[in-house]
């Protein structure tokens, strides 16, 4: 009991201690605390525990709520917290291995009318407490009232749709708040693949014309990855201060409202995809001394982002930026500066009575590293320093020079001779000095091969048992033979499948040869990673069964995200239905990654990935990237990539995908492909098609649907194959799509190049 003892040591002797071991114990004291009491939880599981915690104590008499021991009080199940009244203190809890049944797991208010003021939630972990399925929304704290603090928690691991934490504005009492959310450790969120996965908002765009004044500083966003905002401002009035981003694929927005500060943060990008850092909308906002490393977003997730906004625009749109002032920032070796982001006939109010001066800028890559897309004669340009990068032409005000950066004791570069960008003194906090710090944060990287060797000798069955048998990161090494599998193999473990190691190239894969007498041989289901390495897997002995997949992903909803990884693998013979795919992944899954290499595809009727589940078109979709390298499909029936992003959301960055160095022979041409296409692209952001041979095969098509895509299909060859199908369905103007120095062919010589 010593944590508790030592946090509240200064409560004065006559207050009562109230020891509960039972939720019907807890609730009896509950109803009897008064201004100094403390209700003190016994350790264990508590499971399905909806806690109201309220009443009325005073500033030097808080009534408290906490653990017997720190982090040893697990909260379970269906269970949550809703604080109301003033002076109420929360700590040493953990959520873990379950969900709140309601919208929110911790909650500064008891009901609509009683709401918590002058509280706070200190030392208190939420570690992947997520809704099943991952398009249930829902947030993990809701902030109401007024000068409340969230201090010194561990957020990690949400995985459905909703803001880890919200200060919610609903109503006047939780307007003009001045909360304080400090030294909070907010762990990874991986990406969502839908729009609603920031990991902190202030405000919705309804109450944007209020004020907040919430203060957001010393806090750390590790890996949050949800979607384009990682924090969402959308209200007046907020200061974001000292706080620090790491691989973090987002930028800090000032979506809506006005007289916002952000000031002293440290955004670190590592070269991740998309990483970024400020972007700037609305009045009066201020951004100054802020440090931004190795950032590789563009656009909307640039280093920093000006926007336009539209004319007298409406309360959920973009309010034109008039009045910012962007001073002393430090953008070192990262990829991307813009200025009027967005522009277009309906984006088109330029920056207004704007500033920009005393920053150091530095890109790193090829290409045009601050760009222009509107008029900048709003903005004055005072003395900024650009490093040998190139700025577009309209901004004359900045001239590439020679700058020699140093780092210094506190991790940052800095100009040698010049005192543009940060000052010196900025601290950067440090991941250890945020979170519960009795609770280890998580660490980085996969399990593939982290777990035992497992021989596996060939046979009926001897694959399945191992398959059951194995642990997290265990490798099956498969000895030369044929293995019959009798039943679906029920992924939940990261695994790998291997050729032993003799059969280390891909001519030797044959020798180890996987047939399968169910309609799938693998459903991935929660926790499930798959690698498979120089196997063949023959479908001849598959039933014909609707939904015939090689691998598919479970009925159920799949909570975290997954990967699927692909090295010399020869898959043959899924003829037995019209459309019998390799990889399947349906609703409500999602794979961060699947990867194909030096693989070898032939004799199949249905897609090689089919990622096409959510077409509801809510901006939805199953897998972030999609890569494939030195491979070939023949005699595929379907679209051997079917691939679906619908809607006109611009909150997320994927799907990206990537084919080169491939061929495709008689690809798309089955009565039964409905698409026409030897692949679909529907909605990518980011498709690359290149160095590869297309024979025989019906077109590519790609639909460019929103936002920015980019989509560029290079040095191909065509033969007896139509040229690719790029179609703009929500865009009035030319393709926006690069096809340089393709080859096409007919039947016979060569009819047309470089197109």
Avoid at 45 to 66: A, M, N, Q
Avoid at 315 to 344: C, H, L, M, P, W
Avoid at 455 to 477: H, I, R, W, Y
Avoid at 488 to 501: H, N, Q, V, W, Y
């Amino acid at each position: 009991m010593l944590f508790w003892a030592c946090l509240f040591m200064s409560a004065p002797a006559y207050a009562e201690d109230y020891f509960v071991r039972t939720q019907a114990e807890y609730f009896a004291a509950e109803k009897k605390v008064k201004a100094g009491d403390v209700i003190i939880l016994a350790n264990g599981e508590w499971r399905d525990f909806e806690i109201k915690f309220s009443g009325k104590g005073t500033s030097k008499k808080p009534i408290t709520l906490t653990s017997e021991e720190a982090g040893k009080v697990f909260l379970t199940g269906q269970s949550n917290l809703r604080i109301g009244g003033s002076y109420m203190l929360v700590s040493g809890l953990v959520f873990k291995d379950g969900f709140s049944p309601t919208n929110e797991v911790i909650s500064f208010r008891r009901s609509k009318t009683e709401l918590a003021n002058n509280s706070r939630v200190t030392q208190v972990v939420i570690d992947g407490f997520s809704k099943v399925d991952r398009f249930e929304s829902d947030y993990w704290v809701g902030i109401y009232g007024k000068n409340n603090r969230f201090d010194h928690n561990h957020l990690s691991g949400k995985t459905n749709k909703g803001v880890t934490l919200a200060v919610r504005l609903t109503s006047e009492d939780s307007q003009e708040n001045y909360h304080r959310i400090d030294h909070n450790y907010f762990g990874p969120r991986p990406v969502l693949g839908s729009n609603g996965g920031e990991t902190l908002r202030i405000g919705t765009s309804k109450y944007s014309a209020s004020n907040s004044y919430t203060l957001v500083e010393n806090n750390y966003f590790d890996r949050c990855d949800g979607e384009v905002e990682i924090i969402s401002s959308k209200s007046g009035g907020n200061i974001f201060r000292g706080n620090v981003f790491y691989e973090s694929s987002g930028t800090l927005t000032l979506r809506h409202g006005n007289d916002s500060l952000v000031e002293n943060n440290v955004f670190f990008g590592n070269g991740k995809d998309h990483t970024g850092g400020i972007r700037v909308i609305n009045e009066n906002q201020t951004v100054r001394n802020n440090y931004m490393e190795g950032l590789t977003g563009t656009g909307f997730a640039s280093a920093l982002t000006v926007m336009n906004g539209v004319p007298n625009s409406p309360i959920n749109r973009y309010v034109q930026v008039d009045n910012a002032v962007v001073e002393n920032n430090s953008v070192i070796n990262s990829k991307r500066v813009t200025f009027n982001a967005g522009a277009d006939s309906e984006r088109s109010a330029p920056p207004v009575n704007s500033s920009f001066s005393g920053n150091i800028l530095s890109g790193s890559g090829k290409g045009t590293f601050i760009k222009v897309q509107d008029d900048i004669s709003g903005i004055a340009f005072g003395q900024n320093y650009l490093a040998a990068s190139e700025a577009s032409n309209d901004l004359a005000a900045l001239k590439a020079s020679d700058i020699m950066f140093e780092r210094a004791d506190n991790g940052l570069l800095y100009p040698i001779g010049i005192t543009a960008g940060v000052s010196r003194d900025l601290k950067p906090v440090k991941r250890d000095q945020t979170g519960a710090r009795w609770y280890a944060k998580p660490v980085s990287g996969n399990n593939f091969g982290k777990g035992a060797m497992v021989d596996v000798a060939p046979g009926e069955d001897t694959l399945s048992s191992a398959f059951a048998a194995a642990k997290e990161g265990d490798t099956l090494v498969l000895q030369p033979g044929e293995y019959i599998v009798n039943k679906t193999m029920l992924l939940d473990k990261t695994l790998t499948l291997k050729a032993g190691a003799a059969q280390a190239d891909n001519a030797q894969a044959q020798k180890v040869v996987i047939k399968f007498g169910r309609p799938s041989l693998i459903e991935i289901r929660e926790g499930g990673n798959l690698a498979l390495q120089n196997i063949h897997i023959d479908g001849s002995l598959a039933p014909d069964s609707v939904g015939n997949a090689v691998i598919r992903t479970t009925i159920y909803p799949i909570q975290s995200n997954f990967l699927i990884q692909m090295q010399g693998v020869t898959v043959t013979n899924l003829e037995v239905n019209k459309a019998f795919h390799f990889i399947n992944l349906g609703k409500s899954s999602f794979a961060d990654r699947v990867s194909i290499n030096n693989s070898r595809f032939q004799n199949i009727s249905g897609s090689i990935i089919l990622a096409a589940a959510e077409t509801e078109d809510y901006g939805q979709y199953n897998a972030e990237y999609i890569e494939v390298t030195g491979s070939s499909f023949t005699d595929i029936g379907s679209a051997a990539f079917n691939i679906y992003r619908g809607g006109r959301d611009e909150s997320t960055f994927g799907p990206h995908f990537l084919l080169q160095q491939s061929s495709f022979t008689n690809v798309g041409k089955s009565g039964n492909n409905q698409s026409g296409a030897s692949m679909v692209l529907h909605g990518v952001q980011y498709g690359d098609i290149v160095e590869s041979a297309f024979t025989a095969s019906a077109p590519i098509i790609v639909r460019h649907t929103v936002g920015r895509p980019q989509t560029r299909i290079m040095r191909n060859a065509f033969s007896a194959t139509e040229a690719p199908i790029v179609e703009e369905l929500n865009f009035e103007g030319p393709s926006r799509s690069e096809l340089s120095n393709n080859a096409f062919v007919e039947a016979g010589p060569e009819v047309e190049a470089n197109q």
